[in-house]
């Protein structure tokens, strides 16, 4: 298989919250502290890429393993002092407490979270132009969003194609999007995702799952899981 295109970045739609009166202002204050996230998720790779960036020893925090909907009644009862995790309970923990960071900053610290297309290697090796338009499209699609995000409102077809494709209910759609970066089809193309930084994000994650027991071991090189080929194609077609 091939990463094609890199959908989202997790943004403010998943964030580490503080609750009112635990004393937590920066990840460093985490230390000593009750935190909860659901195990070997993105919260818990981005929980953990945070404290390493912030050189704070993870076995100084007692960080508890519960479902989402387990760390908003934690959370409410006053179990815990902090949390690491996305919507609906995230919308919950908000109301009695403080966002410290969002997944967009640990992302800029280097370990980004992120959806993505993949393509199996044998079909895009029969069907190079139909992969290429697929990308091509949705960067069409990605650049008309980034141009004029606000028009993707609750009245907007676009909207309703979501909601409908995804199963989300429709007056979530434009809040949902603003949870999330969508990298145009130059990003896509550059050094920043599919043409370097990709593969790395690739190679922490897959580190990330062997260290949770998740895979038995890791790849030295995962550079031909990643191709940049078919967004820098669909840039030179248009």
């Known amino acids: 298989i091939q990463t094609i295109f890199v959908v989202g970045l997790i943004g403010p739609s998943e964030a580490l919250v503080a609750r009112n009166g635990s004393g937590i202002e920066k990840v460093a204050d985490l230390a000593g502290k009750k935190v909860a996230v659901p195990f070997v998720s993105t919260t818990h790779y981005s929980l953990l890429a945070a404290l390493k960036h912030e050189n704070v020893d993870p076995k100084s925090v007692q960080i508890l393993n519960l479902r989402p909907p387990e760390i908003a009644a934690a959370f409410a009862r006053g179990d815990i002092d902090a949390a690491y995790v996305w919507d609906p309970a995230l919308g919950q923990v908000k109301t009695s407490g403080k966002v410290v960071l969002d997944s967009s900053q640990v992302a800029a610290w280097g370990a980004p979270t992120f ?16 992969v290429r338009d697929f990308v091509k499209v949705t960067g069409e699609a990605y650049a008309k969003f980034l141009a004029k995000p ?78 940049a080929k078919y967004a820098s194609e669909a840039l030179a077609s248009n």
């Open 115 to 130: 959806d993505a297309w993949i393509v199996r290697t044998d079909f895009a090796e029969k069907h190079p132009e139909a």
């Open 150 to 227: 606000e028009a993707w409102s609750v009245s907007s077809p676009e909207a309703g194609k979501i909601a409908k494709l995804t199963g989300a209910k429709l007056e979530e759609v434009p809040e949902l999007l603003k949870g999330y970066v969508f990298p145009s089809l130059e990003e896509q193309a550059s050094d920043k995702f599919l043409g370097g930084a990709t593969v790395k994000a690739v190679a922490a994650a897959s580190a990330f799952l062997k260290e949770q027991g998740k895979v038995d071991a890791v790849l030295p090189d995962y550079s031909k899981y990643v191709t």
